[in-house]
């Protein structure tokens, strides 16, 4: 993680009861950036619990629910009200180690991947091997060629019908290794860039979360508050026993 600020970036520092945590908010995902800088200086932020803690996967606060919420009550509903559209710019960003992520409800609710207009992530996640990261990669490529696939056939539906329909089965076969010969031949199978792979064997993070989340920033200072949040001994709901709150979020630079 680099320090090396655009001006189109902003950066914040949090004051946690555990301690401070600066982060750089990505200019290319600005409806995220500033919304969080105007709940930032609004003090929507100060005295939120982070009320979902998981070690070695993530943190969680932003509900604004948490702020007087008694010991056990289950948390992670709250929000201003609002959903943000998704800005999800994968595999530009991508949940590495110190990625700041927006909180959502799942697909069969929000297929749209509409983010919580408050609740944000940051991510611990555990390193990955370099054979994970090839996996990946292959799996990447088989979405791109099952979507182009689709479309062949929904663009060929009439013909397919048409040969279905006449029972010629030697043409439909034919015509089936044509569409495939057509796939092989047009598409171009994306990589990885090299900085993801190297990021998530060296650093870690959580790739199966990659494409679904809008990633809006990273950390540049203080992981260690991070990973002293992420040892909180926590409920069944994953609510540390002891309150870990936001006291403040400052704008640095914007």
Do not use: C
Not at 79 to 90: R, S
Request: charged share 30%.
């Amino acid at each position: 993680m680099t320090d090396t600020v655009t001006s189109r970036d902003a950066i914040v520092e949090i004051i946690t009861t555990e301690g401070p945590v600066k982060l750089r908010l990505y200019g290319d995902t600005p409806a995220h950036r500033d919304n969080f800088i105007r709940l930032a200086e609004e003090g929507f932020y100060d005295g939120v619990l982070f009320h979902r803690v998981i070690k070695d996967f993530m943190v969680q606060t932003g509900d604004p629910n948490s702020k007087e919420a008694p010991a056990g009550k289950q948390l992670g509903s709250g929000d201003p009200g609002y959903t943000l559209e998704a800005e999800i710019l994968y595999p530009k960003h991508y949940h590495k180690y110190g990625a700041v992520a927006a909180a959502r409800t799942g697909d069969a609710v929000n297929p749209e991947r509409r983010s919580s207009g408050s609740q944000f992530y940051i991510v611990t996640g555990q390193k990955q091997s370099a054979r994970s990261m090839e996996q990946a990669e292959q799996r990447m490529a088989n979405d791109v060629k099952q979507q182009y696939w689709m479309q062949l056939m929904k663009q060929n539906a009439p013909k397919i019908r048409e040969l279905q329909a006449a029972g010629d089965r030697d043409s439909l076969e034919t015509f089936r290794r044509q569409l495939i010969e057509q796939l092989e031949s047009e598409v171009v199978l994306p990589t990885l860039p090299e900085q993801l792979k190297a990021d998530y064997v060296n650093l870690g993070g959580t790739p199966h979360l990659d494409n679904q989340y809008t990633v809006f920033g990273e950390v540049i200072e203080g992981m260690e508050t991070i990973e002293k949040i992420q040892q909180a001994e926590t409920d069944p709901s994953d609510r540390p026993k002891e309150d870990i709150r936001i006291l403040s979020v400052k704008v640095l630079e914007k």
